[in-house]
């Protein structure tokens, strides 16, 4: 079935986060994070409707730019920040993750949680070095597995669906390779996959089915989740998030 671009924003949409996360995570990520001031330019690039950037911007004085490919997501990341009257510091703007709208050398500190992926994790730190300031730094958030071995099923589940997954020692490595002094690494915790991903995927997912009546795409999508979390639940000592976080070496 081709992706249904529509409803998978109608449904992601409806949640604050379209990735595991929580705030105290984004605070904690940005601890590893040195010299930032009122001047400071930030990106954080596959925002989503842009929890975590507004996160950012409670902490961080400088400007604030979130980016995504889906406009409605961004559309809510800019109405929430006017809500928050931080509009003169927080701005959304729709792009791809491998065509920013930076120039070279532009960013203090690059930022991304649960989108890299999209890109590659490799492919994705070394297309953003550029944009980066010397010593300017890299944090993104990462699927990594826990363990040395792990059981068949979830290592073919997620070699198939990405196969760039690895362990935190190799994504360290990984993150040296592509130019940047890992300064911090770290796994989120359960509660950012069930307390803040897939609880409140159950609570919208009934209105969001009666709002899609009879759509085998709405069906197939919701299907799809529950059987990733029943996974999760299933093998959540092997994998998780990492958090990565790194200081541009070079120019
Ligand atoms: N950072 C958010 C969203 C993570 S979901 C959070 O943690 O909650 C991944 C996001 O990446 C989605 O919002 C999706 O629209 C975006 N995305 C996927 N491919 C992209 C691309 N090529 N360029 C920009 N954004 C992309």
Redesign the pocket.
């Known amino acids: 079935m081709e992706p249904d671009f529509d409803l998978i924003c109608d449904y992601?949409a409806r949640l604050e986060?379209?990735?595991p996360?929580s705030p105290e995570i984004t605070k904690k990520a940005l601890g590893y994070v040195d010299g930032l001031t009122g001047d400071s330019r930030v990106a954080?690039?596959?925002?989503?409707?842009g929890?975590?950037t507004l996160e950012l911007a409670r902490h961080v004085t400088g400007i604030v730019v979130g980016?995504?490919?889906?406009r409605p997501?961004i559309d809510r990341l800019n109405s929430n920040a006017a809500k928050l009257t931080m509009s003169d510091r927080v701005r959304g703007q729709t792009?791809?993750?491998?065509d920013l709208p930076f120039g070279e050398g532009e960013l203090d500190l690059i930022w991304?949680?649960?989108?890299i992926y999209?890109?590659g994790f490799e492919r994705g730190l070394k297309a953003w070095h550029k944009f980066l300031k010397p010593g300017g730094y890299m944090a993104v958030s990462e699927i990594s597995w826990l363990t040395d071995e792990r059981p068949d099923e979830i290592n073919d589940f997620w070699n198939a669906a990405y196969p760039e997954i690895d362990t935190v020692a190799n994504k360290v490595s990984i993150m040296e390779q592509a130019g940047y002094e890992v300064v911090g690494s770290f796994i989120l915790p359960e509660s950012c996959w069930i307390d803040n991903y897939y609880a409140p995927q159950q609570r919208i997912v009934d209105d969001f089915l009666k709002e899609h009546p009879g759509n085998e795409s709405a069906e197939a999508l919701v299907t799809e989740q529950k059987e990733e979390a029943a996974l999760y639940h299933r093998f959540k000592k092997y994998y998780s998030y990492g958090f990565y976080i790194g200081k541009k070496v070079g120019y």
């Open positions: 992601y986060r379209q990735g996360g954080d690039i596959g925002c989503g409707t929890g975590q980016v995504d490919m889906l997501f792009a791809s993750m491998d991304s949680e649960g989108a999209n890109m």
